[in-house]
């Protein structure tokens, strides 16, 4: 079963465990957020977009932060990611 299961009002996809760099403070893994985002925009829109997020996220519940969307041809969009927990569990939103 897909870590990521949307529903059209409220896409909600689960990250990996969250990643640390060794520094005392733990990051998410927006890499894989990108990669699960992707795939659900796809199927939702089918619009081949890449998606771009932020690096250096530190995990904490209720924290946001936004990626970008760009579709084949180059039109931006943001996604708001919130983070459900500290486990790496994320909901996220397209606005347009």
């Not at 529903?7 to 640390?20: F, G, L, Q, T």
């Amino acid at each position: 079963m897909s870590p990521c299961a949307p529903s059209a009002s409220s896409p909600r996809c689960r990250s990996p465990p969250p990643a640390s760099p060794g520094c005392g403070t733990t990051t998410l893994d927006t890499d894989k957020a990108e990669t699960e985002i992707t795939k659900e925009l796809d199927k939702q829109v089918g619009t081949g977009a890449k998606v771009s997020c932020p690096d250096d996220v530190e995990v904490k519940k209720g924290d946001t932060f936004n990626c970008t969307a760009t579709d084949p041809e180059g039109n931006k969009a943001t996604i708001v990611v919130t983070q459900k927990d500290d486990e790496g569990n994320i909901t996220w939103e397209l606005k347009k």
